[in-house]
């Protein structure tokens, strides 16, 4: 490479390989290796059998992103280099998560770089879950995933079975040429396309999550135990006559934490008991192999796809009422104002005292609901104290300057048949808030006790948000009158916590909470402490979690060694974190499209109706807008405006027409219709029913 580096022409090969000096007796491993850089993209061979390197020939390598509507973008592999924008006309013949080789033209539009593909370097999709809709001379597949906009032919005799209307998943026989269609080959029916656990299903499949644990792993759950042995109970710290007790929603399965508050002189205890997944799940064995390929439980509204099989998730693992179980308890001591004095650690057994809800926890709390209330009868008390605990420990959190966006989340209810029966705003109580912040102190404390004994561990990390993003951030919050206070160039927490409270109850209040959420990194793990911005601390992990979190399961593996001498510090834990990011990222793309799918199909019989909304994001192609009673996002397109031509401002998040200067910015209300919604497609098309916004700047000048 640095021997092509150096020749602004292509060379030949005997000329490069004596350039770099190969040896006669090396050559032919040398031009190997050359060929697997061209592979790569690396570098590139010419007519005549002669190499250079891509720049040199204007040509960018890196991964194709294709929109929808057929253009894409190519995001090169060096991180420096920009986007380059890529016309639908010259993406043949590669497809949405290919790696390519785009050549940059010779002229820029809208000051961007533009260049078509000409040559596929990896393919990125072998298989593709989607509708098969028989034509008169070929099945044509209608892939779920959006982005894979060319046709996709099934030839006679390769339907597999499979109907006009059935979903299916598909190997790719046959990539797409400059003038020639795609084929595949249907390798399983998985049933009618609108049957709600065929939906489920679909969206397994194409994102690839494991449906059935290996014969190896599920005997292996067969032999767990019903319960700890007497033995066993003995060696560990007994906490069985503690009126300690799990709070999760009314449809969790799997208990693996619960809590206690006592009073600690004029201060508090705080008991957090996890579940000892490690006891039951050696490194190494097969349990612990499967776990960590599959890196976390993914939670569908129909059902969970579990990192555990269900004897220990849901069984020995599972801190059930009345049922002896073995844990990790975290034990913190707190003054009166929520500060903490001591923490210890340790391997204990508990008998959970019962499975409360929250809601049941709400309505004796928030509610004073007197039959909940006499319910839970010597339980009331702790539930009390805990309560008290929690709101000091969430005044002291956000006075160091943790980061609490007040954005609202759905939740799907379904009817008998898995149907979407409504869509409400998730509930978020003080019920809630105390077990975040009881698992926030306890994994911040178990992390904190892994750094102090030199112990390397999975970290969760939020790094802060770059550069960039916060310049521009900077300048859109100007607008409305708000300063992000910069240290030394960079915001701190506590900066971005003080916008959210300036803006507190003001009309841009949904679109500043929007903005700065967009503008953060997301989190992840790693091995290395790079401290979590949104939590303002700069040391934090993950511990409360092990039945559904790979990197928990390793972190009690690790308190083990710290505590005992048990156990060794696994040597690729950087892989680990690596991987079960990327597992997390999975999770949340399949649990984020199944979400999606139900709420266009509670949709599907809402044509014609209209809904009070707002615009909650913009692109060139239009604005969406979320509606909000139903928390559903559907599309405006330019074309449903009419009457001129829109631009799109990326920096101020709006779009504005050119000739009556219109805006249609983030966070304004608007009143929509539903024009159309369509289940394949994935998509919910909206008209404004008034043709009218009203921006808040135009209501606040009014009012004055």
């Known amino acids: 490479m640095a021997a092509l580096e150096r020749r602004p022409k292509p060379t030949a090969l005997p000329e490069l390989l004596r350039a770099a000096r190969i040896e006669r007796g090396l050559r032919a491993e040398a031009t190997e290796r050359l060929s697997a850089l061209e592979a790569t993209g690396r570098l590139v061979r010419t007519k005549g059998d002669r190499y250079t390197l891509p720049a040199r020939l204007d040509l960018v390598a890196g991964r194709l992103a294709v929109h929808r509507d057929g253009f894409a973008f190519c995001v090169p592999d060096e991180q420096e280099e920009a986007d380059v924008y890529v016309p639908a006309g010259g993406v043949r013949p590669a497809m949405h998560g290919d790696r390519v080789l785009v050549r940059i033209e010779p002229f820029q539009r809208r000051g961007r770089l533009e260049g078509r593909v000409v040559k596929v370097l990896e393919r990125g999709t072998h298989r593709i879950v989607g509708v098969l809709r028989q034509g008169r001379t070929a099945a044509v597949l209608v892939p779920q995933e959006q982005r894979l906009t060319l046709p996709i032919l099934v030839p006679r005799g390769a339907e597999g079975g499979a109907r006009d209307g059935d979903m299916v998943v598909a190997e790719l026989v046959r990539y797409p040429g400059l003038a020639s269609e795609a084929e595949a080959r249907v390798a399983l029916v998985l049933g009618p396309a609108d049957d709600p656990r065929v939906e489920t299903e679909a969206v397994i499949h194409a994102h690839g999550l494991p449906l059935e644990f290996p014969p190896e792993v599920a005997a292996a759950a067969r032999r767990m135990p019903a319960g700890p042995s007497a ?95 073995l844990v990790k308890a975290v034990r913190l001591e707190l003054d009166a104002r929520g500060r903490l004095v001591a923490a210890s650690f340790g391997d204990a057994v508990i008998r959970s005292a019962a499975r409360l809800t929250y809601t049941q926890v709400r309505q004796a709390l928030v509610d004073g609901d007197p039959s909940v209330r006499a319910a839970l009868g010597g339980l009331l008390e702790p539930l009390e104290r805990a309560e008290a605990l929690a709101r000091l420990l969430i005044a002291r959190r956000r006075a160091r300057g943790s980061i609490d966006f007040d954005l609202p989340e759905a939740e799907v209810v379904l009817d008998l048949r898995g ?91 949904r679109l500043v909470n929007t903005v700065l959420l967009r503008s953060m990194q997301q989190a992840r793990y790693a091995a290395e402490p790079f401290g979590h911005f949104g939590l303002a ?130 966070g304004d209300p608007v009143t929509v219709r539903v024009a159309g919604v369509s289940v394949e497609r994935r998509t919910i098309d909206f008209v404004l029913a008034n043709g009218e916004v009203e921006e808040p700047w135009r209501r606040r000048r009014r009012s004055r």
């Open 537 to 666: 601390t700069d040391c934090y992990t993950h511990f409360t979690s092990p039945i559904r979190r790979y990197p928990d399961l390793v972190v009690h593996r690790l308190l083990d060694v710290a505590l005992g001498g048990s156990g060794r510090v696994p040597p690729d834990l950087v892989a680990i974190a690596e991987e079960s990011s990327r597992r997390e990222r999975v999770a949340m793309e399949a649990e984020r499209e199944i979400v999606q799918l139900k709420k266009i199909q509670f949709m599907q019989d809402k044509v014609g109706q209209v809904y009070e909304g707002f615009v909650s994001g913009v692109a060139p192609f239009g604005f969406f807008v979320e509606l909000r009673d139903v928390f559903v996002e559907g599309l405006v397109h330019v074309t449903a405006l009419g009457g001129d031509f829109y631009e799109h401002v990326e920096g101020q998040h709006l779009l504005r027409g050119r000739r009556t200067r219109r805006t249609y910015r983030v």
């Open 231 to 325: 033995e066993q109970v003995a060696r560990r710290l007994d906490l069985r006559a503690l009126p300690i007790v799990t709070i999760d929603g009314e449809n969790a399965r799997d208990f693996d934490d619960a809590v206690l508050v006592e009073p600690l002189g004029r201060g508090f205890r705080l008991t957090v008991a996890v579940a000892d997944v490690a006891h039951y799940v050696p490194a190494g064995s097969p349990l612990d192999l499967e776990a960590r390929a599959r890196g976390t439980s993914v939670y569908f509204p129909d059902r969970v796809v579990p990192m555990l099989p269900e004897e220990l998730s849901n069984g020995i693992c599972s801190l059930k009422p009345a049922e002896d179980r």
């Open 419 to 509: 149907r979407p029966a409504d869509i409400v705003r998730a509930e978020r109580s003080i019920a809630h808030q105390m077990i975040e912040e009881f698992m926030l102190a306890a994994n911040e404390a178990v992390a904190r006790e892994l750094a102090r004994r030199g112990l390397p561990f999975p970290h969760r990390v939020h790094e802060p948000p770059a550069a960039d993003s916060v310049a521009a951030l900077a300048r859109f919050l100007e607008g409305f009158g708000l300063r992000l206070r910069l240290e030394e160039g960079r915001p701190t927490p506590a900066a971005f916590q003080a916008v959210l409270e300036q803006v507190q109850g003001r009309p841009e209040e």
